[in-house]
């Protein structure tokens, strides 16, 4: 055996005829144009693919079909409906967040004093807290020689006596 | 992870599966069985199967399937030719598609393909009918059939060989 029919014999073994790049397959031609043997070997070849080309294909029965179609059609189906529960999750979490928000701010101990109504005073309470007001605005202008405005700024700013700042933050809820 | 819908696959590799199992079963009951079961498989182990390896993962299922159906068969008969009978009773069903001269030359190239295919070991037979119908690559009928890349390569080069000898009037005349 000649080492070229060897290459032949080892290219057919290693990739079939179908595998031969353009190069091998030119290769093949010259080769087997010159050798009777390997000829054989490619008609061989070119038979049994053609022999299995020519074989009838069997195609799958539509009622096969129809049946596999069937037996997982409601799995799918649900399937389909939980994916698409779990395509609106990133809104649901959104949800869920506002909604814990909300809650935690309704439930919180501040919430509920916010809420909660200030102490009630009966009419002639703020009148009288009105007066008291009043004379103390006017007290702490004359002391600070300044008008009512400025005083409750300096009552604020901490700029006055604590007595009278606490009787003036008394008086000034009521307002 | 690519997602594929499942009856895009079904309608991809139906035909594939069902004509492995037609050749190995020569039987369409039983053919058309293993195809259903090997999808159901399928759609069991959706999550499981990869997207490039689904083709070997059909054709594996659907090998060791036929394998379990002819094992069951061959130990119910008494003959291995009363478990497999030369002509598959599928060609008793005429292709609409193809007229009458067509379908004569098909149904006796398919009968010379299922007596040379008898001569030849069971795993060489499932290695021809990967390579030359499913145009399976070394590698892949590998990975399908458990073996090595080489062995394959020796399985189809003695059972050409083999084929040889049988096919040797039909490939000269034809």
């Known amino acids: 055996m000649k080492r070229s029919c060897e290459h032949i014999e080892r290219l057919l073994y290693d990739k079939g005829i179908k595998g031969l790049s353009p190069f091998e397959r030119m290769r093949l031609k010259i080769h087997a144009a010159r050798c009777a043997e390997c000829r054989g ?32 059609a409601g799995e799918r189906r649900s399937v389909q409906t939980l994916g698409r529960l779990f395509a609106l999750r990133r809104y649901s979490y959104a949800a869920v967040a506002a909604a814990a928000l909300v809650i935690i701010f309704l439930l919180h101990p501040l919430a509920a004093v916010r809420q909660e109504a ?16 009043e004379w103390s605005l006017a007290l702490t202008g004359s002391l600070l020689n300044k008008t009512n405005r400025e005083a409750v700024e300096d009552v604020l700013l901490n700029k006055v006596p604590e007595s009278i ?6 008086s000034l809820q009521l307002f | 992870m690519r997602k594929i819908p499942f009856t895009s696959v079904l309608d991809e590799y139906k035909d594939s599966v069902f004509n492995y199992a037609a050749y190995i079963l020569r039987n369409r009951e039983d053919a058309e069985d293993v195809t259903q079961e090997v999808f159901i498989r399928l759609w069991e182990n959706r999550d499981a199967v ?29 003959t291995d030719r009363e478990a497999l009978p030369v002509i598959p009773d599928i060609l008793a069903d005429p292709d609409p598609t193809a007229n009458p001269e067509t379908e004569l ?12 295919l008898d001569i030849l070991p069971d ?7 990967l390579h030359y119908f499913q145009g ?39």
């Open chain 2, 50 to 78: 990869k997207y490039r390896t689904r083709k070997a993962w059909l054709m594996k299922v659907t090998h060791n399937r036929c394998m379990d159906l002819l094992r069951k068969k061959k130990s119910a008969a008494s």
């Open chain 1, 165 to 170: 700042k606490t009787s003036l933050e008394k």
């Open chain 1, 118 to 133: 200030g102490p009630e005073y009966t009419p002639e309470q703020i009148a009288r807290a009105r007066k008291q007001a």
């Open chain 2, 136 to 174: 399976c690559k070394y590698r892949e009928i590998g990975n399908i059939l458990d073996l090595s890349e080489s062995a394959v390569k020796i399985a189809i080069h003695r059972g050409k060989k083999l084929l040889r000898k049988e096919l040797a009037a039909e490939l000269t005349t034809g």
């Open chain 1, 41 to 72: 070997h490619v008609v061989f070849e070119k038979g049994l693919s053609e022999l299995f080309a020519g074989a009838r294909v069997y195609d799958c029965p539509p009622e096969v079909r129809e049946f596999i179609s069937r037996r997982t």
């Open chain 2, 105 to 116: 030359t098909h149904r006796e190239t398919t009968i010379t393909i299922q007596k040379a």
């Open chain 2, 123 to 129: 795993q060489t037979k499932s290695i021809f009918l």
